[in-house]
């Protein structure tokens, strides 16, 4: 066995190539996040010339768009637009704003999720002129990105005969060259991958007996072997990128099955965090068409549940659940050893922007945190208006000199750049 490096940014880099043409060949140029976390699922914005501090109010509120309907779904933009998900009555919607903030066109994507915690989950994933959406019953469609029309679509849960999770299927889907991958979870399949042009099965990764996660897939290449990682109800499931064929399996169980975060690849490993079990540092090892994994390290100060970790110059940045009661733990890569454990402004979410951390709590306060290994520095902050309703759960977006934030039915858009820029 061997240990894989990656060079020159790694998976990163190549998960940048395969979703980031999104937005190189959107009808209109102009700001791009194109799906989930960005166009490399890091949650790293390249935005630059933004604030380095904000009134005490807080940044410019540009304007406020309605008529979302609930849910926890974030934004993505592409090709001039900004899209994102809600329930509005008995329907998931997907609905497409233009940059001004009105609504440029609506489609349903089946029923809406009414059990616990009701509201949308996944986040829009655009390709080109089209757009890919799962709802939390697992409904995966086809849109064209222009006018909402449906192209193809099906039901994942029914094709591979698996069943819900307890808060529905909550993954933003990834598009992969041709394909849109997803997870089913249950008796049959892991992962599948789906022609992205006609909805098509291509393959499917054998079943590890778990159920889908709610934590959304990433791509990474490691020793010249293309896998899919995410973590399924109970453990980090891989599978071959080309093939589907399965590469490991590490168990990895948390109380109620709450998988959530996404895994972060870097330099041949994968990170994974969790509501109290919490993160453990995995090495792949990988020989020819095989794979395995070791852990590094463990540490239960990070017991991430669904906020989101941020991968910064050697450092992990995010906030804990249970073990430190919601407060901003920083975790050195290497070793796990913890920095520091500060309250910041209270569990919730984050992005990063030009050399910031923005943070979101669950009860609206935003955060603009300077972040080092030696402190949570908050420079600013100030609250999401009241109105939306529902704990305030959807990621943070830094894009085209905006902050966007999501509460319920209801989305901001914030001026965050400097004068001049």
């Given at each position: 066995m061997r240990a894989c490096r990656s060079t020159g940014g790694g998976a990163l880099l190549l998960v940048f190539c395969l979703v980031g043409v999104a937005c190189a060949t959107a009808a209109e140029p102009g700001p791009c996040w194109p799906q989930f976390h960005g166009p490399k699922r890091d949650n790293i914005s390249t935005e630059t010339g933004l604030l380095d501090q904000w009134p005490d109010e807080g940044p410019p509120l540009i304007w406020?768009?309605?008529?979302?309907?609930?849910?926890?779904?974030?934004?993505?933009i592409a090709g001039g637009r900004i899209y994102t998900a809600g329930d509005v009555e008995h329907d998931t919607v997907v609905t497409a704003l233009s940059l001004d903030g009105t609504i440029a066109w609506q489609a349903s994507n089946g029923k809406a999720w009414t059990g616990s915690q009701p509201g949308s989950r996944g986040?829009?994933?655009?390709?080109g002129d089209r757009l890919y959406h799962e709802n939390p019953h697992g409904d995966v469609v086809c849109l064209d990105a222009r006018n909402g029309r449906r192209l193809w679509g099906l039901n994942v849960l029914e094709r591979f005969r698996s069943e819900n999770i307890t808060w529905a299927l909550a993954e933003?889907?990834?598009?992969?060259?041709d394909r849109v991958i997803c997870r089913p979870g249950g008796p049959e399949v892991s992962f599948v991958a789906l022609d992205k042009r006609t909805g098509d099965v291509v393959w499917t990764a054998p079943s590890t007996g778990d159920l889908?996660?709610?934590?959304?897939?990433?791509?990474?290449?490691?020793?010249?072997l293309r896998m899919l990682m995410a973590l399924g109800s109970k453990a980090l499931i891989a599978a071959n990128a080309d093939t589907g064929a399965l590469l490991f399996r590490f168990e990895h169980e948390s109380p109620f099955d709450e998988?959530?975060?996404?895994?972060?690849y870097h330099d041949g490993r994968v990170f994974i965090s969790t509501r109290t079990t919490g993160s453990v540092m995995l090495r792949i090892d990988v020989e020819g068409s095989r794979a395995s994994v070791e852990p590094v390290w463990r540490s239960r100060d990070l017991d991430n549940q669904h906020g989101g970790v941020i991968l910064r110059d050697g450092y992990l940045y995010g906030s804990s659940h249970v073990n430190n009661s919601g407060k901003w733990i920083c975790l050195d890569w290497?070793?796990?050893?913890?920095?520091?454990?500060?309250?910041?402004?209270?569990?919730?979410?984050?992005?990063?922007?030009?050399?910031?951390?923005?943070?979101?709590?669950?009860r609206g306060t935003v955060?603009?945190?300077?972040?080092?290994?030696?402190?949570?520095?908050?420079?600013?902050?100030f609250d999401v208006p009241k109105g939306g309703r529902g704990p305030v759960w959807a990621?943070?977006?830094?894009?085209?000199?905006?902050?966007?934030?999501?509460?319920g039915d209801l989305l901001y858009a914030y001026d965050v750049r400097r004068r001049g820029f």
């Open positions: 406020t768009a309605s008529g979302l309907g609930h849910g926890f779904s974030t934004v993505s986040t829009p994933t655009l390709d933003s889907l990834l598009i992969d060259g889908a996660g709610y934590s959304s897939t990433v791509l990474a290449e490691c020793g010249g998988n959530i975060t996404m895994p972060i290497q070793t796990g050893r913890t920095a520091h454990i500060e309250p910041g402004v209270g569990k919730g979410s984050l992005t990063f922007a030009d050399g910031r951390l923005y943070t979101l709590s669950e955060g603009l945190v300077r972040p080092t290994p030696e402190g949570h520095e908050i420079l600013s902050r990621h943070p977006v830094v894009c085209g000199g905006r902050l966007y934030l999501r509460h």
